[in-house]
């Protein structure tokens, strides 16, 4: 059973930074595409990135571009966030299948989430 748990996030000020964190357990993470979503306060999940399994592909919203970058090596998935805007507050959660899904939240594995807050 693929496990994934998110850690990092916290409160950072408009144009600031975040540092998020994604460690698999339980499966051959190099296997595996992974992505992050977003729930903004009182709205739905919303994608923000995701990296193929061989790393060679990502995807990004619109929002995410020039803000967000993701890689990932056997293990972890740990995105970079930079210039943050207060629409970037959210609970992050990190996803993976054995399917590349790009933007899709038909992700088989999900982690519990992490809040990122970003103040004005």
């Known amino acids: 059973q693929v496990r994934l748990v998110e850690s990092g996030g916290g409160l950072v000020q408009a144009g600031g930074s975040l540092s998020l964190s994604c460690v698999a357990s339980?499966?051959?993470?190099?296997?595996?595409?992974m992505a992050w979503f977003r729930q903004p306060p009182g709205q739905d999940r919303e994608f923000v990135a995701s990296?193929?399994?061989?790393?060679?592909n990502t995807y990004y919203s619109d929002s995410a571009k020039g803000r967000f970058t993701i890689s990932k090596d056997n293990v972890r998935t740990d995105p970079q966030m930079w210039n943050l805007k207060p629409g970037a507050t959210g609970i992050y959660c990190c996803?993976?299948?054995?399917?590349?899904?790009?933007?899709?939240?038909?992700?088989?594995?999900w982690g519990q989430g992490t809040q990122g807050a970003v103040s004005t």
């Open positions: 339980g499966g051959t993470h190099s296997s595996y595409a």
């Open positions: 990296i193929s399994w061989s790393g060679g």
């Open positions: 996803a993976g299948d054995k399917m590349n899904l790009g933007i899709s939240d038909e992700y088989c594995y």
